[in-house]
């Protein structure tokens, strides 16, 4: 795999990403797929390459997916939790970009409550810096491994039907993905409350449908989404109960859909809000682990490209 | 002290022309518009003028107007001088050909008392080459809560009142500064908007807020905010100006209210009138500015309001900001732009598209804020005090923020090609700028 077919410093969203370049990074996930499923699990791709992984918003599984990705490629990889008390000035945040850029790191990892943080600190270093979700505007590797497992499921990434179901309005996983999958010309049906699911995401190209029932009729794809309450500030449902009981995925509603359409969840779940449990856990349909596997894979791919492209740009650069 | 402009292209706002003519200026004041073709000496002499004494400005063309009057300019003097002061703000505001600053009290501390507001008249005057008149705060601390000594403001030279960017939401409180502010004849301007709805909001909500995800208002907020105060002029009989219109859905309801004869006026900003909610693009902060800039729509039908009279001023809202306050992430970072120098060019982009021409354009920016004031200036007419300006409205620029006279220099124009330049600025007849 070579990186000409990926011209980007950073991977900052999905926005700038051509279909092409969709493509040629989950064909090299893919490869990555199959070394993770291998006892000796090792590559040396980012060898004698310095990743930290900056999170300025508490993660357990993106970060730790982040970890796993940079180590399996040979990488010093270093976590830095940096406390939501110690960033209420956003100075900080461009000085501590500042000062990490001059330790010399080559990948940053970057999530930020705000939107369009990762995007300013990308400006301040002269390394190659990931987005792992900055407030509620992109989270990029997210919706390619979700567009991984997809692929994988359906054998295509195109020409499906798939619906992205609940809180749309606080997520930065359903832009991501809302952009990802319209550009590989997929047909995309937002379902959820309009508190949640507001009408100005029609012009992103999608149907909306406030009735699971209805909105479900005959996806490939059933993509459910976490209530954010640590995002809301205001009553944006009634209850919880309540939400469960109209919006919630339980094997009623799910019935609507095609028959061997799968159900995705970025995690983590709040069962009995979004998700019944035993969808969730019915190897049949669920493939939530599946996307947990992939996002390894789809974060090795990304890095080991952006490696290459800035290995390359610091060769011109010297040469 | 006699000064003859001749060979001037004459913007009239009051008389809606726009000719070449000669003007007379003598101690400060405008003695007589004059046509075109008159030989100066022969002139000074019908007149008794000591020719040795009188100084001649040939225009050769250039556009002459009434100077710019600005309401709502913030200085951050007292509490915030790093960011502007009475000095750079009177620099940049002669540089605009802006030659009334009416100053906003959202300061460190709140200019709510006559004591805060003699400090900020004498700073002014001591500083200043343009004229300032200072603006209190309707409510102490601009906290909503209790109305501000409006009287004694006024005897020490307050000129409207008003909480800036703060609604005051208790409709008790305002109705009650709202009838005691008409009891003095005391202008209030206030900021429609409903405070609750638009709480927090960095951009305007549609696609682009929604594809950033920036935390949106709807345009409605202001609909809301306008019709609340229009309801509670019909109460209490108050002058009014609403600080920005900005959206189309506003509009009718400030026609309505002008038609049912209510005291009512309303301005806009200039960032309003000439950017839309795509310019912010990757999160650029010098583009948040409050309320947030709004659709193309928008931007279309403020200008239409302009163009026929409902809007009735444009004001630059110059609002100084530091490099520290914009470089932050678009939610948290200070919004305001500093706009005392670009009003002029920009707002001529509005001509040069030929949405407005010349007399309208000044009407907006100095007729009708110094009418709305009860100012004799913004005038091209026997009595009214010189301030003008002479600009071209033709000769281009690239907009280099670093060469603002402004202490700070956030400006959305940064490295935009521009049209119009001020050659010289004159207050009460004396130039206080030349370029």
Same mark, same amino acid.
């Given at each position: 795999m070579s990186a000409a077919t990926f011209d980007h410093r950073h991977l900052l969203g999905i926005e700038t990403l051509k279909p092409h370049e969709i493509t040629a990074l989950l064909d090299l996930a893919d490869s990555y797929v199959e070394l993770n499923r291998r006892p000796e699990k090792h590559s040396d791709a980012l060898a004698g390459l310095t990743q930290i992984n900056m999170f300025f918003e508490n993660s357990t599984r993106t970060q730790a997916s982040f970890e796993i990705a940079g180590k399996r490629l040979g990488a010093d990889v270093m976590n830095m939790a940096m406390q939501a008390s110690s960033i209420k000035k956003g100075e900080t945040l461009i000085d501590t970009a500042m000062t990490l850029n001059a330790m010399h790191p080559d990948l940053l990892v970057v999530r930020h409550p705000h939107s369009g943080a990762v995007d300013l600190l990308s400006q301040k270093v002269n390394c190659a810096v990931l987005n792992a979700g900055d407030g509620k505007h992109e989270h990029p590797t997210q919706a390619l491994l979700d567009a991984l497992t997809i692929r994988r499921a359906k054998g295509r990434l195109h020409r499906l039907n798939i619906a992205i179901c609940g809180d749309v309005a606080h997520s930065r996983v359903a832009r991501s993905n809302l952009i990802l999958l319209g550009k590989m010309e997929n047909r995309i049906r937002l379902i959820g409350p309009p508190t949640l699911v507001p =009408?100005?995401?029609?012009?992103? =190209?999608a149907e909306i449908y406030d009735d699971m029932r209805e909105g479900l009729k005959d996806v490939d794809v059933v993509m459910m989404l976490r209530l954010q309450k640590e995002r809301m500030d205001g009553g944006f449902i009634p209850s919880e109960r309540e939400y469960f009981h109209r919006f919630g995925l339980d094997a009623d509603k799910l019935s609507h859909a095609k028959p061997d359409a799968i159900v995705m969840h970025p995690g983590p779940m709040n069962r009995g809000v979004e998700i019944d449990g035993t969808i969730a856990d019915d190897i049949n349909r669920s493939v939530i682990q599946e996307q947990v596997e992939m996002g390894v894979a789809v974060r090795m791919a990304a890095m080991d490209l952006l490696a290459q492209n800035l290995r390359k740009s610091r060769q011109a650069e010297a040469s | 002290m006699t000064l003859l402009f001749i060979n001037a292209r004459l913007i009239d706002p009051e008389a809606g022309t726009d000719s070449l003519g000669a003007l007379l200026v003598q101690d400060g004041v405008i003695a007589e518009v004059l046509p075109e073709g008159m030989e100066p000496g022969q002139l000074f002499r019908a007149r008794n003028i000591d020719e040795a004494s009188a100084q001649v400005v040939d225009c050769s063309g250039k556009c002459l107007a009434p100077g710019i009057v600005d309401i709502g300019v913030k200085v951050c003097e007292p509490g915030e001088r790093h960011k502007e002061s009475y000095k750079t703000a009177g620099l940049a505001a002669a540089a605009g050909g802006v030659t009334t600053i009416v100053t906003r009290p959202d300061t460190t501390p709140t200019i709510d008392s006559p004591e805060t507001l003699e400090f900020v008249t004498r700073r002014a005057q001591a500083d200043a080459p343009v004229n300032v008149l200072p603006m209190a705060a309707l409510t102490k601390e601009r906290a909503g809560r209790e109305m501000t000594e409006i009287g004694f403001l006024m005897d020490a030279g307050a000129v409207a009142f008003s909480d800036c960017d703060h609604v005051v939401s208790n409709t008790k409180v305002f109705s009650r500064a709202l009838t005691y502010a008409r009891s003095c004849g005391a202008l209030v301007i206030a900021h429609p908007q409903e405070p609750l709805l638009s709480a927090g909001a960095a951009a305007t909500s549609g696609k682009f807020a929604a594809l950033r995800g920036l935390p949106a208002v709807s345009p409605m907020a202001e609909r809301m905010g306008l019709d609340r105060d229009i309801a509670l002029l019909e109460m209490t009989g108050a002058k009014y100006h609403a600080d920005q219109i900005t959206t189309a859905r506003a509009l009718p309801a400030l026609e309505r209210a002008k038609a049912n004869g209510l005291d009512i006026t309303a301005g806009t900003s200039i960032h309003h009138l000439t950017l839309n909610e795509l310019d912010v693009a990757d999160y650029r902060t010098f583009f948040k500015v409050k309320p947030p800039l709004r659709s193309e729509e928008d931007r279309l039908a403020v200008i239409e309001a302009v163009r026929t009279g409902l809007i009735d001023t444009i004001s630059s809202m110059h609002t100084p900001q530091d490099e520290e306050s914009k470089r932050l992430p678009f939610e948290e970072a200070a919004a305001g732009a500093v706009a005392l120098e670009t009003l002029l060019p920009a707002a001529l982009r509005l001509v040069h598209a030929q949405q407005l021409d010349l007399p309208g354009l000044f009407r907006a920016l100095a007729l009708n804020p110094a009418k709305r004031l009860g100012l004799a200036s913004g005038r091209l007419s026997a009595d009214a005090p010189a301030d003008l300006v002479l600009f071209d409205p033709d000769a281009p620029f690239v907009m280099d923020r670093f060469k603002l006279r402004s202490k700070s220099q956030n400006t959305p124009y940064d490295g935009q090609r521009m049209q119009g330049r001020v050659l010289a600025t004159y207050v009460a007849g004396t130039a206080v700028f030349t370029n």
């Open positions: =009408g100005q995401f029609a012009e992103f =190209g | -």
